[in-house]
């Protein structure tokens, strides 16, 4: 039986809407991966939800008028509406601010106590001098004092990766105001995170299959490990469970900490939904694997600080110690990381205007041509600019001309000469060599979905396609009207691969591949998209939110090749992907930023 697999999806911050930078890292190859898992017969948990607590959040309420709580409430929403529309398939996508997310952090975190991996102590913390509000490290930058760079943030410099002190800055200014930030003495609870260096040092050298740019970021990071403060003096988050602090206002678990543990709290909520609330433990236990998705930014988290936290649970750092309430955990079997997509070479940028939403996207496109070009033409490997014109040229020269003319031209010609799916006789060489080289595509195509090679997989599934449209061009089908025996052997060869090219481009194409599947004659759901539920808290019957979630089990589609059904009846297709207008490729829509 295969392995269960945990598929944790980074946790968009819920301070506004998210653009297509975001899902680039951690939305879309997240369910490319998930869908082929299922399809290969994993039993798969993806889980994620939005991450709603620490200071951006309250600036951003005050901004627009709201309580926190009623921000969280709006992008959660938001957002969890756009991902629907994306077709990501969670088991379950849920928020931090519910009771279930308090328990199992609160409980996690006190394993990591009772082992002696959290220690108290004061240091000098970041203050709005105008508001008095406390200034997350983020929101912190200025100079690094290790390499100079003019950009560093207040917790690490993105320029050589080292950890940073807000106070080690040069010439520290708030983002939020550019103002100059005041420092005070305060007690927090810090990770003792040079405990686990020797048991980290230990796991990342078993690695081996990794992203080079994860391993050696995280390789470079462990040689500077320091400890690394988990409250903040802020009165929006998690409360500590401790004596001295459970009370006081003021002092909350910073906002990393929190949200890293969402992808166990996710799945406790997941478990506790489905009324075997420990159902969850088949996807943290041997021989279960776990694959992280996020952009690179979020590495050091997912890499060395989420494996930490795992450890000091397990009583498995350098110190020792007992397993907590969760039992031994597993850490990630891989840490997939992309790298940014960019616009005209810089970050997306809401504050800049150098933004496209993913909500503006779909309601033009759709959600297949977004899910296809990240897929191919993302940032997998590099920083990748996003450009109009390329996005059109692979929409219409890919997708519409070479996939979409495959599958049009194949049911139109079997529609039109035999109304049904027709039976072969005699098959040459030539049928047998197409059939052959699709076949083979599943193991390609497979073996790099499971390896997150995402670029590789969809490319040999389009060299699939390239193939068939030769194969059509050098068979002529329209041409054997004296014939017909050898025609319907064409045109069944043909769409018999078209039936395999769909299954190869379920993962990345879930919605256009169910209108295949019902073109092709096929009935009920082939790949299933998620479903947006309103749910009442586990913990406080007051609070009612929406998650998504799905019943993915009974999808039709599975990685293997099926014979298609001699005498299935065929109607005449409709096109699966319009063709868009070349001029959109110098500008974009008129509601887009330019982008050159």
């Not at 409980?107 to 002696?116: D, I, K, S, Y």
């Not at 969760?326 to 933004?355: A, D, H, Q, W, Y």
Request: aromatic fraction near 10%; glycine fraction near 8%; proline fraction near 7%.
């Amino acid at each position: 039986m295969s392995a269960p697999v945990l598929t944790a999806v980074a946790w968009p911050y819920a301070n506004g809407p998210r653009h297509i930078g975001h899902v680039s890292g951690f939305g879309v190859p997240s369910d490319v991966f998930s869908r082929y898992m299922r399809m290969s017969g994993h039993r798969v948990l993806m889980v994620s939800g939005t991450d709603e607590h620490g200071t951006p959040i309250s600036v951003q309420a005050d901004k627009e008028n709201l309580t926190t709580r009623e921000l969280a409430d709006k992008y959660n929403r938001v957002i969890a509406e756009d991902l629907q529309g994306l077709g990501l398939s969670y088991d379950l996508f849920t928020r931090t601010t519910t009771g279930n997310h308090y328990q199992v952090v609160q409980e996690l975190f006190l394993a990591l106590w009772r082992n002696g991996y959290v220690q108290a102590k004061t240091q000098m913390g970041a203050i709005s001098p105008s508001t008095g509000r406390t200034l997350p490290d983020r929101y912190i930058e200025g100079t690094c004092p290790i390499c100079g760079y003019d950009g560093a943030r207040g917790d690490q410099c993105d320029n050589c990766g080292n950890q940073l002190d807000p106070i080690d800055l040069k010439n520290p200014r708030s983002k939020i105001n550019g103002e100059t930030p005041k420092f005070v003495e305060t007690e927090h609870l810090f990770l003792d995170l040079p405990a686990f260096s020797e048991a980290l040092g230990s796991w990342l050298s078993t690695r081996k299959e990794w992203r080079p740019n994860v391993l050696k970021f995280s390789e470079n990071l462990l040689k500077d490990m320091r400890p690394r403060a988990i409250t903040r003096d802020i009165d929006w988050g998690v409360p500590v469970p401790l004596d001295g602090w459970r009370d006081a206002p003021m002092k909350k678990f910073y906002v990393w900490f929190d949200a890293v543990i969402g992808y166990l709290s996710a799945s406790v909520e997941w478990a506790r939904r489905t009324g075997d609330a420990d159902a969850w433990k088949e996807f943290w236990t041997d021989p279960a694997q776990g694959y992280y998705f996020m952009g690179k930014d979020n590495i050091v988290f997912h890499s060395l600080i989420w494996p930490s936290l795992l450890l000091g649970q397990n009583g498995a750092g350098d110190k020792g110690g007992e397993a907590g309430a969760f039992g031994t955990l597993n850490l990630p079997t891989e840490v997939v990381s992309s790298e940014f997509l960019t616009m005209s070479g810089s970050k997306f940028s809401t504050s800049r205007g150098t933004v496209i939403y993913v909500r503006d996207f779909l309601k033009e496109f759709g959600p297949d041509t977004l899910r296809y070009f990240i897929s191919v033409a993302g940032p997998e490997n590099q920083d990748t600019d996003f450009t109009w014109d390329e996005f059109v040229r692979r929409s219409n020269f890919e997708l519409a001309n070479e996939w979409g003319n495959l599958v049009n031209r194949s049911i139109s010609m079997a529609h039109k000469n035999v109304g049904a799916i027709p039976a072969p006789t005699a098959p040459t060489a030539a049928d047998a060599e197409l059939k052959a080289l699709v076949r083979k595509a599943f193991d390609t195509v497979g073996d790099n979905l499971r390896r997150s090679r995402f670029k590789a997989a969809a490319s040999e599934a389009m060299r699939v396609v390239g193939a068939a449209n030769k194969y059509l061009s050098d068979e002529e089908p329209w041409k054997r009207k004296d014939d017909p025996a050898r025609r319907d052997t064409i045109l069944h060869t043909a769409l018999q691969v078209v039936a395999d090219a769909n299954t190869l481009l379920t993962p990345f194409l879930p919605h256009s591949a169910q209108k295949v599947h019902e073109a092709l004659g096929g009935k009920g759901v082939w790949a299933s998209q998620p479903d947006l539920r309103e749910v009442t808290d586990l913990d406080d019957p007051s609070i009612q939110y929406p998650v998504l979630t799905g019943d993915y089990a009974s999808d039709q589609a599975k990685w293997e090749s099926v014979d298609i059904e001699v005498g299935r009846p065929l109607e005449k297709p409709t096109p699966l992907f319009p063709k868009l207008d070349p001029e959109l490729g110098e500008t974009g829509p008129e509601w887009a930023p330019i982008v050159k």
